[in-house]
């Protein structure tokens, strides 16, 4: 069904950058989580661990497949864990679970009330801006053991879901930066997407 097999070398994916297709395509539903979707997350895993800049987050398509399969890794860094810091009911749940996967996983509802963080992506690197996004969204999805789970999601979660749902959808974070910033990374974006297209030429595509 998929090719991502031939993608990368053993464990680890390569992952595609600004300018390949994957990455403005909507993705298909996961029907059914079988060995080929529990690799997947597995690969996706060690891929967004062992990347040089290791990620919080990464979609299916940012390895090349476009399935709706995400993977999460939120969790506090040590110095942070320090601070007192509320969790939301999502970060409770979710956290001694990461790293994970989240299979078909959708945003019911967002509060009015929004934040505005600084967002990076493993497949746009160099490039960096500002995002405004609801600060709380209420997330459904499926755990790679079947699990439906149904919980509202704050702090670097709800950034980091948002963030990784749009790459489901075929938006990327530069998308939603202002236009001021838009034009301080065009440079980057146009850099990558050069690079892009030579490798996906030396890959077949
Ligand atoms: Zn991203």
Redesign the pocket.
Known sequence: MFDFLKIGHGRRMRVVCNGNSALREISMPVFEINDEIRQLAERMIVTMKENEIP?V???AP?VGVNVRMIVIDTRPQKKEKKKHVELSPGEQLLNPKMPMALINPEILSSSAETETGC??????PGVEGDVTRPARVLLSAKTIDGEDIVTECGGLLARCLQ??I??LNGI??FDRLSNEQKAENQEVMLALAEQEKLLAKAEGK
Do not use: M
């Open positions: 990620g987050g990464l979609a940012q967002e990076g992506c493993l497949s746009l963030h990784e749009d790459h990327l974070f």
